[in-house]
């Protein structure tokens, strides 16, 4: 039986599949985690697949008080790198949920 003929039984399951599986994937996001670096490694910002930073940290020799907005820079870096880097996590883990779950009529097929 090809997808056009499961009828509304089959769609239902199917969106019932891609539910529990993006649920999954949020529950699961939290205690993933991918860390990022500014200034040649001496500032780290670490984050998790919820977008949510955990952590930075930095190397004593990077924090100067009489350049306070170079250090704000690095950080900035840091964080948005990590942040990027947990949002294409998230974005591979849903691409790779899509393609297990293929809807009738769906671009995919043809």
Do not use: H, Y
Request: hydrophobic share 40%; net charge negative.
């Amino acid at each position: 039986m090809d997808q056009n003929s499961e009828g509304p039984d089959g769609l239902i399951r199917k969106v019932k599949e891609l539910q529990d599986g993006m649920l999954r994937i949020l529950e699961e996001s939290g205690g993933k985690t991918v860390t990022a670096s500014s200034g040649g490694g001496m500032v780290k910002a670490t984050a998790n697949l919820k977008l949510q930073l955990i952590s930075v940290e930095m190397e004593r020799e990077v924090v100067n008080p009489d350049d306070t907005e170079m250090l704000g820079d690095l950080i900035v870096a840091a964080v948005n790198e990590a942040l990027a880097q947990a949002q294409a996590d998230v974005n591979q883990e849903m691409a790779r949920l899509s393609t297990k779950v293929r809807f009738p009529g769906s671009l995919d097929q043809f």
